[in-house]
């Protein structure tokens, strides 16, 4: 079954430029035009990635985002013509896995598509190995046939990206990472400056699993060159 794909933006030409773009590819693509109609789309079909725009009427991207991910973990990439760190920043702390800047590069889109689509099918893939493995470690425990991360016994709501940074970190307890290497090893790519995007999501996974993520024991940053998780 070809991967369905929902397309929101008010400017129905950028929407059907998308959509043309993802169709050559073999993606299905719906259509919204405003961020209610996307939450719509989303309950009434079966999406496994959005695109979506942020100043929209009605209901604006990231506040559609924000209701998204109280339900859904499929992968969001964000689409703005606002371009300032700051704005991506505020994105991916809404929920988005990416950013893309209008005007966007039709190749680089489609290939960001692609890439979440792998990550997110792979760890939602009921084919995985049976094999369980445990990665222990304190109150944390992830459980690799099921790509879910436990906390004190009850699992915790990770995306389909913050799942991939924390199997990594769970793998190489102690080790430290830089940014760029956590970036290419999870987003599969090369990235320029992508210490934003890496720290908004090792923040966000802070709120989720640390008792006190202004004092983080697990997830700790090491100043000058990254983050590792703390073995305990």
Request: hydrophobic content about 40%.
């Amino acid at each position: 079954m070809n991967e369905c794909i929902l397309v929101v933006d008010d400017d129905r030409e950028i929407v059907k430029a998308i959509a043309i773009l993802l169709e050559k590819e073999g993606y299905v693509v719906l259509r919204a035009y405003d961020g209610l109609e996307a939450l719509d789309m989303l309950a009434s079909n079966q999406v496994q990635l959005l695109i979506m725009d942020v100043m929209m009427p009605r209901l604006d991207g990231l506040s559609a985002v924000m209701k998204i991910r109280e339900k859904r973990n499929l992968p969001i990439i964000v689409l703005s013509a606002k371009s300032e760190d700051s704005d991506k920043v505020l994105g991916l702390s809404m929920g988005a896995d990416d950013y893309v800047t209008k005007p966007y590069n039709p190749q680089e889109l489609a290939a960001r598509v692609k890439s979440h689509l792998r990550r997110y099918t792979r760890l939602g893939d009921i084919h995985a190995s049976e094999q369980t493995e445990e990665l222990t470690n304190g109150r944390l425990c992830f459980r690799t046939n099921e790509r879910v991360l436990y906390a004190d016994g009850e699992p915790v709501k990770l995306t389909a990206t913050e799942t991939k940074i924390m199997e990594l970190l769970m793998r190489n307890l102690g080790r430290v990472f830089p940014a760029e290497e956590i970036y290419r090893r999870v987003w599969e790519e090369e990235a320029y400056a992508p210490e934003n995007t890496v720290m908004v999501h090792i923040r966000r996974i802070r709120e989720k699993i640390e008792l006190n993520p202004k004092e983080p024991e697990y997830l700790k940053v090491v100043w000058g060159i990254g983050y590792k998780m703390e073995k305990k």
